[in-house]
């Protein structure tokens, strides 16, 4: 070990050098290795996560870019799981204004009814999230990272999997945060109605204020 990056026993000496705490300048559980699976394709990212959620115990948290993307055969694997636990299953949507269309309300529609009877706590951001990537944590401690591609046959798409306790705890208290701060689904879809029906014209998003009367 150089002087930049001394071992564990070199700092305890410095500790007790400088007469402070054991890990005052560095704690050995900062800093660790951890195994990360990594799959490329669109449909293999849903066979990685499809074990780990047919599994869950008490929560998955979700941090969606844009509308739903998972195949039948997973929506139903999840269906099948949530009905027979109780489990909470929370689901940030993250998109911009101009996207959030009848169209995006009718296909959300149609997957959470396929998950039907299990209840889905839906929440829409109107922020768009710089990467086209979706977050899953389960359990608060698996963790996938999934970058989408726009098309279902482009190989750039590709998923990270990995466990960590820590990790896992600290996403998932971010996108419970995030879900405090953001629209429930039926609201949001209930607002974009009305202003349609007042309006007559499609409209941007679930916040924006009605255009000034001339």
Same mark, same amino acid.
């Given at each position: 070990?150089?002087?930049?990056?001394?071992?564990?026993?070199?700092?305890?000496?410095? +500790?007790?050098?400088?007469?402070?705490?054991?890990?005052?300048?560095?704690?050995? =559980?900062?800093?660790?290795?951890?195994?990360?699976?990594?799959?490329?394709?669109?449909?293999?990212?849903? #066979?990685? #996560?499809?074990?780990?959620?047919?599994?869950?115990?008490?929560?998955?948290?979700?941090?969606?870019?844009?509308?739903?993307?998972?195949?039948?055969?997973?929506? @139903?694997?999840?269906?099948?799981?949530?009905?027979?636990?109780?489990? %909470?299953? =929370?689901?940030?949507?993250?998109?911009?204004?101009?996207?959030?269309?009848?169209?995006? !309300?009718?296909?959300?529609?149609?997957?959470?009814?396929?998950?039907?009877?299990?209840?889905?706590?839906?929440?829409?951001?109107?922020?768009?999230?710089?990467?086209?990537?979706?977050?899953?944590?389960? %359990?608060?401690?698996?963790?996938?990272?999934?970058?989408?591609?726009?098309?279902?046959?482009?190989?750039?798409? +590709?998923?990270?999997?990995? @466990?960590? @306790?820590?990790?896992?705890?600290?996403?998932?208290?971010?996108?419970?945060?995030?879900?405090?701060?953001?629209?429930?689904?039926?609201?949001?879809?209930? !607002? !974009?109605? =009305?202003?349609?029906?007042? !309006?007559?014209?499609?409209?941007?998003?679930?916040?924006?204020?009605?255009?000034?009367?001339?």
């Amino acid at each position: 070990m150089g002087r930049d990056n001394p071992g564990q026993k070199r700092l305890v000496d410095i +500790c007790r050098l400088l007469q402070v705490p054991d890990g005052y300048f560095y704690d050995e =559980t900062e800093q660790r290795r951890l195994e990360a699976s990594v799959v490329s394709g669109h449909l293999v990212r849903f #066979t990685q #996560t499809a074990a780990i959620i047919g599994n869950a115990q008490s929560k998955i948290l979700v941090l969606q870019a844009g509308g739903p993307k998972a195949p039948t055969w997973w929506r @139903e694997k999840l269906q099948e799981h949530l009905t027979k636990l109780h489990i %909470d299953y =929370t689901i940030v949507v993250c998109m911009s204004p101009k996207d959030i269309t009848q169209e995006f !309300f009718d296909r959300m529609d149609e997957a959470l009814n396929a998950l039907s009877p299990a209840v889905v706590d839906v929440h829409i951001s109107e922020q768009p999230l710089p990467l086209d990537i979706d977050v899953i944590v389960v %359990d608060g401690k698996h963790v996938f990272l999934s970058l989408n591609a726009g098309d279902i046959r482009d190989d750039r798409a +590709c998923s990270i999997y990995f @466990e960590d @306790e820590k990790v896992g705890e600290a996403i998932g208290d971010q996108l419970v945060m995030l879900a405090g701060r953001t629209q429930k689904y039926e609201l949001a879809k209930n !607002f !974009f109605r =009305t202003r349609r029906a007042l !309006f007559g014209r499609p409209t941007e998003g679930v916040d924006a204020p009605p255009p000034r009367q001339k």
